[in-house]
């Protein structure tokens, strides 16, 4: 296994080889080898999919069984039965995954949910604080299998940090392009520490991707946005682990932020293949949840799917501050297949969840609180039964954007202070002055 932390080999009973790599288009359904970069169908220009054995049948006790240790190390590649054959001296892994699912019923009840109905799956426990790492570990696997020169993605931040790791875990050059002055100081400072080539665009993130693919349709460069299948494919693997944490019992909704809809994409694809192998007997429903100022999808929905139009992106949770996302037909499909929902939710919405997220102690970025202010919102307009059990998914660590916790909580929004808002008090070095402050804290 190549540039890995950990030198347990990660077991595959398949190994792979790269002629067994295939890709097939969403659009006119062509089958193509994936055994180079790809991003786009040479036929037809629509999307694509990692194909992966589904003439298989995995018996939840047996596949969950199958996951004891040794075989732990990593929570993307022990789902390898459903991914694609990479290599597995290709294979460059973080030890990435292993997420925790949290119940809170403090959560629950602003959900307007059951008690004890709703869970978060926390992705900001991945290695660089995200869940692109599972993503991540696919596609650079991939990209050292294929003998990738350079790894390149555009971001909003998430994806350029795990990127930069990944690649500097393989020993690859990464190139990074990211809107100038719009992404999270946390997320910049990880790309730069772990070596990328930083390009700062002067235009946003829809600009930055445009770019990328043009140039790398001239030069020889691997994209590992998720136009990219295998980079999907990784990401299939939240939906799995949350699954047996729930014992293979599907819940009724998983709940999700949307930009550029990757996820929403994977999400639907792991839910019909774990469906099709018989891992779980139902589908439960996708919903996607965007920022009311970024919500190009969430208008196509309420369309019927009936025309898209891009958007100007314009959020506080920039991490979803995407007008065109990359992949809405693969989207449109994860929400068809499942009967799912998609909506949106204003800024102040997002940081009010955030803030009680945060506040219990569990603590996520902006763009990851969007999950339950949706589902409160799909709760509160009927869509969700109060007593359907839902995940939400928490994208991102809370230290991914500090900034944004510091202007909740320190300055005042539009109608006052923030609800919950937590200001520092700052004192004398003396004895009177701090037992005043404890006395205060007592009464909280
Ligand atoms: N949450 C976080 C924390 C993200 O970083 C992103 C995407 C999303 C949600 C949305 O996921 O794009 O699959 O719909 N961040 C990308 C990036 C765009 O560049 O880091 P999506």
Redesign the pocket.
Known sequence: MAGTLDERRIDTRAEGSLSALRVQCMACGRTCPGDQAVSACAACGGLLDAVVALDQRLDPVAFSGALQPPRLTSGVWRYRALLPPIPEAAVVSRAEGNTPLYWDDRLTRYAGLAAGRFGVKHEGHNPTG???DRGMTVAISHANAVGARIVA????????ASLASYAAAAGLPALVLIPAGRISGGKLGQTIAYGATVVQIDGD?DAALALLRETAGRHDVYIAN?VNPFRLEGQKTIVFELLEQLGWRAPDVIAL????????AAFGKALSEAFQVGLIDRLPQLATIQAAGAAPFAAYYANGFDHYSPVTAETVAT??K?GD?A?VERARRSIETTSGFVTAVTDAEILDAKALIDRVGIGC?P??AASLAGVRKLVGDGLIAPDATVVGVL??HVL?DVDAVVNYHLHDGDDGPRPGANRPVTIPADPDALAKVLADALQH
């Open positions: 995200s869940f692109k993605c555009a971001s909003t931040g998430n994806t350029s993130f998720s932020p949307g930009g550029n809809l990757g996820n929403t991490a979803i995407i996302p992949s970025e763009a990851s994208t991102g991914k």
